[in-house]
């Protein structure tokens, strides 16, 4: 029921530093077997998020934007979950078709991380952690970001996500 999700935390992100430390705030929330999805246009901030993800998570190489390749996996540096960043642009039919992939790490043992994936993610999996990035209408000079955090599913039932506005 909607009484068991944890209050969507909503906080304004005023540089990419910012939002980088963001993402590392919301790595210490993730474990192996999490999705989070990414919602935002063209430069609202989602790949830079995911860096500052991969950089709280201690993975290795650079998150750069992997809209050139499906999905980019990044292992662990430590004994934590691989990221597995994903562009679901061009996958037509949805993250099953990650399957076919071949990918070297299995899914429910990493941290997914989805960009574009509206229409895609939702029929697969009603458990994800939901980032949605509002950029100011119209001022490309204006960094500030709006951004709102929902945990969707039983696993975030529990979990505060008041940690993230800290
Ligand atoms: P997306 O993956 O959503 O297309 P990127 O993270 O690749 O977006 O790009 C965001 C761009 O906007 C970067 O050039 C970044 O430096 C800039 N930017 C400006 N302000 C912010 C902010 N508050 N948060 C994130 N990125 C910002
Ligand atoms: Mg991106």
Do not use: C
Request: negative net charge.
């Amino acid at each position: 029921s909607p009484a068991d999700r944890p209050a969507d935390v909503r906080l304004t992100v005023n540089a990419p530093e910012q939002m980088r430390e963001l993402g590392r705030r919301l790595a210490k929330l993730l474990r192996a077997g999490d999705l989070v999805m990414l919602s935002g246009e063209l430069g609202a901030g989602k790949t830079t998020l995911t860096r500052g993800l991969g950089e709280g998570l201690g993975v290795r190489g650079a998150v750069t934007s992997p809209t050139f390749v499906i999905a980019r996996v990044h292992p662990s540096l430590g004994d934590g979950p691989p990221l597995v960043h994903v562009d679901a642009y061009r996958l037509a039919g949805g993250l099953d078709e990650m399957e076919d992939l071949d990918l070297d790490v299995s899914l429910p043992e990493s941290v997914v991380v989805v960009e574009w994936g509206e229409g895609k993610v939702e029929e697969l999996t009603d458990e994800r952690l939901q980032v949605v990035i509002h950029r100011a209408v119209g001022d490309t000079a204006d960094e500030s970001r709006r951004v709102t955090v929902s945990g969707l599913g039983p696993r975030w039932a529990g979990t505060d996500l008041g940690t993230l506005s800290a």
